[in-house]
């Protein structure tokens, strides 16, 4: 791509190393300003904005130059008199190389944010708003400093099926397909498989899209959403929780270190019990406590755990805890569930029993069940939303703006 005797292709950070010589740069025309004699382009790269300062018939060539179009300009580097941009390029020339629509169906220049389903029906052009788009690499760089951290505790990443012949988290929000004649579904979770991986590999940890059929509509829930998930044998719930909280802190100094601005938990996560929880929001054991509830009783604080759900309210695989009560935990922020896990059951005769008690056919999990005679672990495990936790990194209140194409049961495109 680069011409011969063309000057030195840079971008918008590397302008300050460049000073006294002439660039080349590519971008985008993000806005312009006209000041007098002189035309102010301001210009967008992936990296950031910069500004360029044409004189005489530049400032007419630019004139009809649709905002969001690519040009290359060429420019000697000075020191610049903005507060914002230390230094601009006095541009010899400039060429437009693809000319963007007159009418864009958002300005990403815009001080007034544009109503989020336009943004999301045209993302890429709402991700040359340098503010949209740190979402996106903050998401990035959660996703490896997330793997970095599991794999130095000795989890190994695995990929398992989406496409899967039994329901792991309950039957009602299932996508059915048809493969080749039989019914599947796609997967709600790894729950089995993370579980069965345990036996040889010991600790695992995936990180994937799955389905739910859901048809409700919150800022909270979209039908396919990424999930952050790990299974360790030989640990018990405070050993799961221990980790998930560990993580979490984690995620918040390595992105600091990075440069986002956060405010970090240095606090312990505090532990309620769901009785706790019951007993101060004068909700009646059994019942699930709902979006109201759990946002009043999680108004005034930042993340913490409730404990010892009943045995009633969490999956068929979750290890009891005497009668009543079981070994599961759910991660909250505010009034969000972020993450919920647990001990699970690593007996085969207790599984089939508490299929039965969910109203399940331990025929149709026989694949699944066989497992569990073969010297299956004690182990535990749990899952964290991570939409949900990108809307508490990034400050954001709709999950919808921290996922890039966003599918919920009304959008289905782009
Ligand atoms: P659960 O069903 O609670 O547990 O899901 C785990 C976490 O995933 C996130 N989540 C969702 N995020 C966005 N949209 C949705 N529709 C949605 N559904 C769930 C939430 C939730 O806390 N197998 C267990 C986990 C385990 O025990 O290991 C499970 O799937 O943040």
Same mark, same amino acid.
């Given at each position: ?128 708003? @340098? ?47 048809? *493969? ?32 739910? @059929? ?49 405010? @970090? ?17 004068? %909700? ?67 599984? %089939? ?18 497992? *569990? ?39 289905? @495109?782009?």
């Amino acid at each position: 791509m680069k011409k011969e005797n063309s000057p030195r292709r840079v971008q918008s950070p590397e302008l300050g190393e460049n000073e006294g010589k002439t660039v080349e740069l590519h971008g985008w025309v993000h806005d312009v300003r006209v000041l007098g004699k002189l035309t102010f382009l301001i210009m967008g790269d992936p990296y950031g904005y910069y500004q360029a300062v044409l004189k005489g018939e530049l400032v007419e060539k630019v004139s009809n130059v649709p905002r969001q179009s690519y040009v290359v300009l060429r420019g000697k580097v000075v020191k610049s008199r903005s507060k914002i941009n230390p230094y601009e390029v006095q541009v010899d020339s400039l060429e437009v190389v693809n000319e963007a629509d007159k009418v864009l169906p958002l300005d990403p220049a815009s001080k007034v944010e544009s109503e989020l389903m336009t943004r999301v029906n045209n993302r890429p052009l709402d991700l040359r708003n @340098a503010e949209e788009r740190k979402i996106f690499l903050m998401r990035a760089d959660t996703l490896k400093v997330t793997r970095e951290f599991l794999s130095q505790k000795k989890f190994i990443e695995v990929d398992t099926p989406k496409i899967i012949a039994t329901a792991s988290e309950g039957g009602a929000e299932l996508f059915k397909v048809d *493969y080749f004649g039989r019914p599947a579904y796609l997967a709600q979770s790894p729950q089995l498989y993370k579980e069965e991986l345990v036996l040889a590999l010991g600790r695992v940890f995936e990180i994937a899209h799955y389905f739910r @059929a859901e048809k409700s509509n919150t800022v909270k829930h979209l039908n396919e959403f990424t999930s952050i998930d790990i299974e360790s044998a030989m640990m018990l719930k405070q050993d799961v929780m221990g980790i998930l909280e560990e993580l979490i802190k984690h995620i918040y100094s390595s992105l600091k270190s990075m440069g986002y601005q956060l405010e @970090a938990p240095n606090y312990s996560f505090p532990v309620y019990t769901y009785e706790e929880v019951c007993k101060s929001t004068g %909700v009646k054991f059994g019942e699930d406590l709902t979006t109201d509830v759990l946002n009043e009783f999680g108004k005034d604080k930042g993340f913490y755990f409730i404990i010892e759900w009943p045995l009633s309210l969490k999956p068929f695989y979750t290890m009891p805890k005497g009668d009543k009560l079981s070994e599961s935990f759910d991660l909250m922020y505010k009034g969000l569930e972020l993450a919920s896990g647990g001990q699970r059951i690593h007996r085969y005769d207790l599984l %089939v029993e508490r299929l039965k008690a969910n109203n399940l056919d331990p025929e149709s999990f026989s694949e699944h069940l066989k497992v *569990y005679r073969w010297g299956m672990p004690i182990h535990s495990g749990w899952g964290l939303g991570f939409d949900r936790l990108m809307m508490v990194l990034s400050g954001r209140s709709n999950i919808r703006e921290v996922v890039l194409y966003p599918r919920d049961s009304r959008h289905l @495109a782009p």
